[in-house]
């Protein structure tokens, strides 16, 4: 399969044009589309949005309660869908939680499917799945990046296809590491510089060093669309375009900042050989053969 979107491969870092849409349901046909022109807009031009009053007040009790169950019960697991902080034993994220019951009725909920499939314009599958801790005064930051940059090169997604959907579980302040992201970033792939070594995953899930962009690739994004800091109260949903540049600083707050992460991709977009040349990741970051597709 060609190659529509290199990097990884030169010593020099270089900003290109994305070559995909970013609602990839035609809008001028007569669709029941399940937001507003106006969020539809927002998401087209900035690559993301934020969403409030989807669950109910239980609704999120309840999510809040499971996540904190769900880190109790693998304080000491050594799974490797157990990453913890990079310099401490705390939980930084549990992969792969669309599997366990109570959160796979909350990735198959109707009302984000309805969302997920019109931005996507196809019917979806979880590739990607996980609970983020970020506990007060520990939680470590998340570098810059742009998520496709990363499952095209180490997983073999093809096009920009794909949404990511951030269910906060927290208070999110504009102080207690929020997600950062940069509008208007999901127009261009920044081609990043370095080889990919095998196994690269086992590093980069605790902290990211291949597939950041370089600082004036960095500069030049930010001062073409700015920095938004997406804030609110506990349930608040936030979607961002696969090729959205983001990121988040470490929380020296005694608040901590909790979220559960999940992946849609298109059903036309399923994962081909990485064009690293490196065998694919394992399953639980990238799944390659999905079993269960959510329909309309």
């Known amino acids: 399969m060609e190659d529509l979107y290199p990097s990884r491969y030169s010593s020099k870092p270089e900003i290109v044009e994305r070559q995909d849409p970013v609602i990839h349901t035609d809008r001028n046909q007569q669709h029941a589309a399940p937001l507003t022109k106006q969020q539809l807009d927002f998401f087209e ?43 401490a034993n705390e939980i930084r994220s549990i992969f792969d939680v669309h599997k366990e019951s109570y959160f796979e009725k909350i990735a198959n909920d109707q009302r984000l499917l309805d969302i997920v499939n019109y931005l996507l314009g196809s019917d979806v599958y979880i590739h990607q799945s996980r609970i983020n801790y970020k506990p007060g005064f520990t939680g470590k930051e998340f570098d810059w990046h742009s998520d496709f940059e990363t499952w095209h090169v180490e997983d073999g997604m093809p096009r920009m296809r794909a949404v990511s959907l951030s269910i906060a579980l927290s ?68 979607l961002f375009e696969c090729n959205t540049m983001h990121g988040s600083n470490s929380n020296i707050t005694p608040y901590g900042r909790n979220n559960m992460f999940m992946v849609y991709n298109s059903v036309h977009n399923q994962l081909v050989q990485p064009f690293s040349g490196n065998k694919p990741r394992p399953e639980f970051i990238a799944v390659r053969h999905p079993k269960v597709t959510a329909h309309n």
């Open 45 to 87: 031009n900035n690559g993301y949005i934020q969403l409030d009053n989807i669950f109910s007040e239980q609704e999120v009790s309840d999510m809040q309660k499971a996540i904190f169950e769900l880190q109790d019960s693998n304080e000491d697991n050594m799974a490797d869908t157990i990453i913890r902080e990079p310099e």
């Open 171 to 238: 208070d999110n302040y504009s102080f207690n590491g929020p997600l950062m992201l940069v509008p208007g970033s999901q127009n261009y792939f920044v081609k990043c510089i370095g080889e990919t070594p095998e196994n690269n995953y086992k590093e980069s899930l605790k902290r990211q060093k291949l597939g950041v962009p370089d600082q004036d690739s960095m500069r030049w994004l930010a001062d073409q669309g700015g920095i938004d800091v997406p804030t609110g109260k506990a349930g608040s949903i936030t």
